[in-house]
């Protein structure tokens, strides 16, 4: 087998069927499987699943494992020769992933490879592509600095070595995800992606950036950004530098520090400006999921994707609040 998929599910069940829909699409001339753990959602995803996607290998968690330990479990059942770890809620285009496949198997020493993500409203995530956080990155980014977080070096389209890459899309050989041991479930959720691609690195592999796909990411959907973000965010930092970094006293008092400020600075900071479009609807019964993402990408509306035969629609107008749902007759 050449690819398997997995998606680790909690309470996102609308994402989950268009995800699903777009990964179908993208699989017909590929011998794949897609494994979907679910971490005890509340809603009808299993039913969902099971009802529309007979096919996928379910794993349903009779309790909220976590980002990491759900992943594990299903990389624990793959038979492919690649694993691609993927969230819920994105699409992808209809050959994503035959062209990280032909890409795949020019490099030599190949870890983990992701693609450009953007979200509902069109913009480029920058966490597409990511620098290791050394202690004097992870002190910046605390402060809100994050040019050097970020790997800005290199164009949104380009193909290159990047360190560090985003949980939301990662590909990589499942021989090389079970030798460095797959995601640390120290890592209940954040964090376990900047581990498991400096985890690849240290071990000997390179990491890409594969800007010539791009994929959708209904950022900001399974959490939201707030304190409680903030503190499993800044946490998981914590872990990092005390798994692969001497004790480092300033860093560690800064994020003490910075726990206690970040509720403060959100309540006083000013909402970033949403920049108004007419809204539009596309039918996935006329557009192909790849054209769809191409015109989300254009920014010329805000769009919300409809599948064939169903009763919903989804959206969204930006990168830091939930997706939006939207159910139609």
Same mark, same amino acid.
């Given at each position: 087998?050449? @690819? ?11 994402? @989950? ?26 809603? $009808?995803? /299993? ?5 529309? &996607? =007979?096919?996928? /290998? ?25 694993? /691609?770890? !993927? ?9 994503? #992933?035959?062209?990280? @496949?032909?890409? *795949? ?9 992701? /693609? ?8 480029? !995530? ?12 992870a002190v910046q980014k605390l402060l809100g600095i994050t040019k050097e977080y970020y790997v800005n070096s290199i164009s949104d389209t380009a193909i290159a070595k990047v360190p560090v890459f985003v949980g939301a899309f990662m590909w990589l050989k499942r021989e090389v995800y079970c030798r460095v041991g797959g995601f640390d479930e120290q890592y209940f959720m954040y964090g376990e992606d900047i581990d498991l691609s400096y985890s690849v690195l240290n ?14 990411? #209904? ?20 872990? #990092? ?7 480092? &006293?300033?860093? $560690? ?9 970040? =509720? ?53 107008? *930006? ?11």
């Amino acid at each position: 087998m050449q @690819l398997s998929i997995v998606i680790v599910n909690y309470n996102v069940r609308y994402f @989950l069927e268009l995800c699903l829909k777009s990964v179908y699409a993208a699989i017909t001339e590929i011998n794949a499987e897609v494994i979907v753990v679910d971490n005890n959602s509340s809603d $009808d995803s /299993c039913a969902m699943v099971k009802q529309l &996607f =007979p096919e996928v /290998c379910l794993l349903a968690n009779k309790e909220n494992l976590g980002f990491s330990k759900a992943n594990n479990q299903g990389v624990a059942v793959a038979k492919g020769e690649y694993v /691609c770890i !993927l969230n819920p809620d994105t699409v992808v285009a209809e050959d994503t #992933f035959v062209k990280l @496949l032909q890409f *795949s198997t020019l490099k030599n020493k190949l870890g983990i490879v992701s /693609c450009k993500l953007i979200d509902g409203a069109g913009v480029f !995530l920058p966490e597409s592509k990511r620098n290791v956080p050394t202690p004097k990155i992870a002190v910046q980014k605390l402060l809100g600095i994050t040019k050097e977080y970020y790997v800005n070096s290199i164009s949104d389209t380009a193909i290159a070595k990047v360190p560090v890459f985003v949980g939301a899309f990662m590909w990589l050989k499942r021989e090389v995800y079970c030798r460095v041991g797959g995601f640390d479930e120290q890592y209940f959720m954040y964090g376990e992606d900047i581990d498991l691609s400096y985890s690849v690195l240290n071990a000997g592999y390179n990491n890409y950036y594969f800007g010539q796909t791009t994929i959708i990411h #209904f950022k900001g959907e399974s959490t939201l950004k707030d304190a409680v973000y903030a503190k499993r965010f800044y946490g998981a930092m914590q872990l #990092f530098y005390k798994k692969y970094y001497a004790s480092n &006293f300033l860093f $560690d008092m800064l994020v003490r520090v910075g726990l206690k400020l970040i =509720p403060l600075v959100t309540m006083f900071t000013k909402e970033d400006e949403v920049v108004q479009r007419p809204e539009k609807t596309l039918e996935t019964t006329k557009l192909s999921f790849k054209k769809i993402i191409e015109l989300f990408e254009i920014q010329d509306f805000y769009y919300k994707i409809h599948l064939k035969n169903s009763k919903f629609s989804i959206g969204s107008k *930006s990168s830091k609040s939930r997706g939006e749902v939207v159910f139609v007759d």
